[in-house]
């Protein structure tokens, strides 16, 4: 562990600050941590670089089309597709968690496509790093 001296304006340090109150991170340093985390995995996603993350999903299975379309579209990227958790929230609504791995912009095309399948309420990538 190093230690260094940061010099910032006092917007910027408010900005920190609320950070760490709003992320409820322990102080500055974890701050700047996952600052720096969260850049360079998004500069991993920008480079196409080997990655995983999480596809959500929402949708009503009554609509029986968007589950077709959905398993037809999971069945192109086999190998992007780690494992799929289905829960049942309610009597029309299904929640969907797609754990997927592989090449960035492989994984982005995938869940775009997921994602605006027409019936689908909501969809999200939850971009994240193999390590
Ligand atoms: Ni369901």
């Avoid at 010099?7 to 408010?14: K, R, Y």
């Avoid at 596809?55 to 009554?62: A, K, N, S």
Wanted: aromatic fraction near 4%; charged fraction near 25%; glycine fraction near 6%.
């Amino acid at each position: 562990m190093k230690r260094f001296g940061v010099s910032l304006e006092d917007n910027l340090l408010d900005e920190l600050d609320s950070l760490v109150e709003k992320h409820r991170v322990p102080n500055r340093s974890q701050a700047i941590r996952y600052l720096i985390r969260k850049n360079a995995i998004q500069e991993k996603w920008k480079g196409n670089e080997e990655v995983s993350g999480c596809i959500v999903l929402v949708y009503d299975h009554h609509k029986r089309d968007v589950i077709n379309k959905s398993m037809h579209i999971q069945h192109i990227y086999p190998n992007a597709v780690l494992a799929v958790q289905h829960v049942h929230l309610d009597h029309h609504n299904c929640l969907e968690t797609i754990a997927v791995k592989g090449k960035a912009k492989k994984l982005q095309e995938l869940a775009d496509r997921l994602i605006s399948l027409k019936g689908m309420k909501h969809g999200e990538l939850v971009m994240s790093t193999i390590g």
